[in-house]
């Protein structure tokens, strides 16, 4: 069974404090790895889809990497409007998404 | 080009009633995903539709069941509420044939069962 842990629960950062969250997974056979971005009471917003360990991909002040068991969401210079909840996931196949219990960002002034 | 498209976005039911959720998936989608998201959860998966058949289910009974229409729009129907139904329901578009390809939301039906 495709499982999925991220880490920490909850996060709260000063503006311009960079830091990093964590999606551990286990899955038969990745094909896909997913971050979303989720604020109250809205449905999840694609951010990434990495495929392969070492793949990176990059959007503003977000980058995610992709190793053999975790994936790390990188935020630099996170700015008051990137507070959200940030959810992963994980396809072996049939696009059924296998989700985390997401990680709650709060970036302060 | 639309996205995913849910509807109602705001439901109160009482226990025991049945409910029925749409979904219009995102241009050039032809399969549809339903999920279940209990408050400071994930998402969990309830089931996907391709081509007007069940593929795969979660760990879902079956008072859950769903719909998929020519046209690629899905139902969702609850049947018996229980107050433990509650939830935001998110509907996910993606194309066959493409795993671990984008996978669009829809912005979530809220369902209250009191």
């Known amino acids: 069974e495709d499982q999925v842990t991220q880490s920490p629960e909850a996060l709260r950062l000063q503006e311009g404090e960079s830091s990093s969250l964590n999606c551990s997974y286990t899955v038969s056979g990745l094909r896909g790895l997913f971050w979303y971005r989720q604020d109250p009471g809205k449905g999840p917003e694609f951010l990434f889809t990495l495929y392969s360990a070492g793949e990176e991909k990059e959007k503003e002040r977000l980058k995610a990497t992709l190793t053999k068991k975790e994936s790390f969401l990188h935020i630099t210079a996170p700015k008051p409007e990137d507070s959200a909840t940030y959810l992963c996931a994980v396809t072996g196949g049939g696009n059924k998404l296998t989700f985390g219990t997401g990680t709650q960002l709060k970036v302060e002034l | 080009d639309a996205g995913v498209t849910q509807s109602p976005t705001h439901l109160i039911k009482t226990r025991g009633q049945q409910v029925t959720l749409r979904c219009s998936p995102k241009?050039?989608?032809?399969?549809v995903s339903w999920y279940q998201q209990a408050l400071g959860q994930g998402p969990q998966f309830i089931f996907q539709y391709y081509e007007e058949e069940e593929r795969q289910r979660g760990n879902f009974p079956d008072r859950f069941s769903g719909h998929q229409f020519p046209n690629y729009s899905s139902e969702l129907n609850v049947n018996a509420l229980l107050l433990g139904d509650s939830a935001l329901y998110l509907c996910?578009?993606?194309?066959?044939?493409?795993?671990?390809?984008?996978?669009?939301f829809g912005e979530g039906s809220w369902l209250t069962v009191v």
């Open positions: 996910a578009s993606s194309l066959q044939g493409r795993s671990g390809n984008t996978i669009y």
């Open positions: 241009s050039g989608h032809d399969t």
